[in-house]
């Protein structure tokens, strides 16, 4: 069965920063693209980051271009997303989900319950 | 502003059937596969179709998908008060080189 669970959301002020974690369980995990995704209060789904599976391949959404930062780890089924110099327009539920073997994709199969970033001053 | 266009809101009354549309470009839906999400309140989202008109184990046949050229569309037959939620299409855009998300539709079920 396909686990992924997410960890690391809190309440930050403007400017601060929060590592969000995703871990995974029940597939091949080197194997498939991970992908974040958030959903702002009373808005709707918005993609943030993908990486490939092997981590070479990499894209951010505009919004969070040179302040959120995705990584995994392979051997600890394991994905990251650090994100710096938070905006209220963050403020958002932050969903990690499992893509494709192909990484430049939007199936995403299977979905963590959520973290809860809220940046407030 | 989405990059996909989807209708706001749709309604139905039980049995009825309903169609969504999402409406893209040749750079997302022209030459890409759309896939449609259903997002309860307060859950996580679920893959409802997949690769145009792919339904994934589980999902009942009420649901269907197409797409044409830069539009694509979903269908939900016999509907049931437990279809009331948000539908979102997706699909990759070449152009922006990430995935791009319609705007979503709220379902009713009168």
């Known amino acids: 069965e396909v686990q992924l669970l997410e960890s690391g959301g809190g309440v930050v002020q403007p400017g601060e920063s929060l590592k969000l974690s995703c871990a995974a369980s029940?597939?091949?995990?080197?194997?498939?693209?991970m992908i974040w995704v958030r959903q702002a209060p009373g808005k709707g789904l918005e993609w943030v980051s993908t990486i490939s599976g092997g981590g070479g391949n990499i894209w951010y959404a505009g919004p969070v271009k040179g302040r959120f930062t995705v990584s995994r780890d392979n051997s600890k089924n394991t994905v990251h997303l650090q994100m710096n110099n938070l905006r209220d327009g963050d403020t958002a539920i932050y969903y990690c989900a499992k893509g494709d073997i192909t990484a430049a994709a939007s199936r995403f199969d299977h979905w963590g319950q959520g973290a809860l970033v809220s940046v407030s001053s | 502003q989405s990059v996909l266009t989807q209708p706001p809101s749709a309604s139905g009354t039980p049995g009825q059937r309903v169609t969504i549309s999402c409406s893209g470009s040749n750079s997302n839906i022209g030459t890409n596969p759309i896939n449609w999400y259903q997002k309860l309140p307060g859950t996580a989202p679920k893959l409802l179709i997949y690769t145009n008109s792919q339904r994934p184990s589980g999902v009942p046949d009420r649901f269907s998908g197409s797409k044409s050229g830069t539009s694509a569309s979903l269908a939900i037959s016999g509907l049931q008060s437990e279809d009331e939620a948000d539908y979102y299409c997706?699909?990759?855009?070449?152009?922006?080189?990430?995935?791009?998300f319609g705007g979503g539709t709220k379902l009713t079920v009168l």
């Open positions: 997706a699909t990759w855009d070449d152009s922006l080189r990430g995935v791009v």
């Open positions: 029940g597939f091949d995990f080197p194997n498939y693209a």
